[in-house]
């Protein structure tokens, strides 16, 4: 059966076989799920038993675009990998941007399936729907950029790759998949799966396009979305990008400040974007763009001078807030490198800045001894910052500690108080007792601690108002971030509308900036022909990915009592800013939460709610 | 020297061509009064105000790191040592 929008193809990558086969897309599963983070969960859930070791050879790794992917709809870039997560021992779902997510489609698949593991280290290049597999044992070892160009240099020079660097082959638990020299799936462990297959990289090249079912649709709501995105303050987003918000959520005392014990940082001045911009980034007029993005908020820094200068992609809001803030370097300089490491290495900014953050304040509390770490490790060190990052990239002395996370980290000192995040995955870069709705979303998120897949910081600091969450509440200002009103019907309707963006295969920046529910609906609805069912369908379909998520949570021993926080963040009062005195109210907002989502009282899915979801085949119980 | 301090940021340091204005607080009680004072040209004015009396929708401002909206909006009396935070719209961290 033909398919638009989708490709109708699933391709399996058997690595313990090197063995290629593709299979049709099944259409009632794609209609259902639709594809990236939908998709992707769907055909973890049927096939890994979330009982095993992630980093096990049983454990899958699921390549998985949207159906519009590829299709030049605005910021429509994106493909998600989906696993088991080592660092949570729960789903794991990471994104990324790039020509490598688009390749994906054009060389005919909508979906890989990565499974077994290699003998030796071994890369694939899919061309057009012929695979073949190489041996990598000449790139082990080699950073990702570095691996990037050996990739294409060994197969094509319009392939797409993305691989994994040292932390992947290392296994920190932690380390990302990047793509296309320096677009990032950052987050969850995804990295490390793929070094425990041996997986170095996957190169695509296609020369295919995208069929779209009902053209002359698609170019009018592709048309009207890009008329949507014509905002007036977008040249913010082009000079300044993602830093460009520290200031605000600074003044809103919700910037993590020396491992989240306070929300205000003094010296934010020193790592704004607006100082990056003066400083160290080398476009500045515009940054660098997505294919089919109209923001282009990337950056590209130099740190260094001369014959000696480093150049790199970064960073971005989350990487200056956890080693800038959080570290408390208020050093962009040492921010950058560290980064920089981070990019080469394969690994998430985000939980390294928040592991080091973690040890950085147990050192000043006498509860990490100096002769373990090798060496002073106080806040505010950009010098010890940059090394330890480096340490954890190799597992090289208290690094190799720190490769397990800060949790686990913090565990083997007797005191995982001090590690500052939900289902050991790290908290990003905001802090949730100044932003309540942000607990809930920490709490709840299926893949731990997270600001992305329910962007609960939007509506209340951020002035996103567009939305049918906020629009048919009759909520026309920002809603205040200290106020508990609606906020769990709220956190739970983001986190069903984030999934039908990560679904289609889009940038949620397409979305702060102008478009909404309706539109992206119609996007997927005249690409692939079919009828979500209007707005309460598109919402219905949200949930059903997410209920899913949590399902394969619960069968890997996650239970609700792991939707929880810090004891810091429940009970000790936020010292300074505008929310001082305050902690997350997560205990009031928790049972209605549950309750919204249709869930008994011990957070776990109702019988009849799976049905109204139509999950009772998926759930098998 | 005691007052107000008015912080702008983004595209609203263009604007304004400061990155910070100190007040006296005599001269701005209020926030209507503040704003009056600082919105003193077509443009800064435009800026900031959508009609008479009306901030813009997307426009944050902020009294100690509370947006007016949550506090008395234009009526929100003035202290001295307040800081004032101006912000056009930033997202996507």
Known sequence: MTMDGWMGKVLRLDLTASAASVEDLDREIAEQYIGGIGLGTRYLYDEVDPAVDALDAANKLVLATGPLTGTGAPGANRYMLLTKSPLTGGIANSSAAGDFACAIKYAGFDVIIVEGAAERPVFVFIDDGRVSFHDASELWGLDTEQTEQAVIAATAPDAKVNCIGPAGEKLVRYAC?????????????????????????????????????????????????????????VEHFHKHGTPGVLELVNTYGALPTKNFQYGTNPQHEDISGERLAETLSVRTRMGMACPACPVACGRVSRVGAGETATYGVGPEYETIGMFGSSCYTNDLEAVTRANFIC??????TITTGGSIACAMEMYERGLIPEADIGFPLPFGDGEALVRLTDMIARREGFGDLLAEGGYRMAEHYGHPEYSMGVK?????????????????????????????????QDYAIYSVLHWHITKDRGIEEPLDPLTLDEQPEMVMELQDWFRIIDSGGLCNFMFYLGMDEDQLRDLIESATGIDMGGYPGLMRTGARIFNLEVLFNRRAGITAAADTLPPRMLQEPLPDGPAKGYVAELGRMLPPYYTARGWDEHGDLTPQKAAELGLQLAAGT | MPGVTVRLFADLRTVFGVRMVDVPLERAPDIACLLGLVCDTPRRWQAVFAEPGVPRREIAVLVNGRNIRFLDRLETKLCEGDEVAIFPPVYGG
């Not at chain 1, 870069?429 to 997270?450: F, H, K, N, V, W």
């Open chain 1, 343 to 348: 990019n080469q290495a394969g690994m998430d």
């Open chain 1, 424 to 456: 050991k995955q790290e908290f990003a870069s905001y802090e949730c007792r100044a932003i309540q709705s942000m607990a809930l979303a920490y709490a709840t998120e299926p893949r731990g601690a997270c600001h992305i897949r329910g962007e609960a």
């Open chain 1, 177 to 233: 998949v990047m793509n296309d020299m320096g677009r990032a799936a950052g987050r969850s462990g995804v990295g490390a799966v793929m070094g425990s297959k041996r997986l170095k990289a996957i190169a695509v090249r296609g020369t295919g396009g995208v069929t779209i079912a009902d053209g002359e649709r698609f170019m009018d709501a592709v048309r009207r979305c890009y008329e949507a995105l014509t905002d007036p303050y």
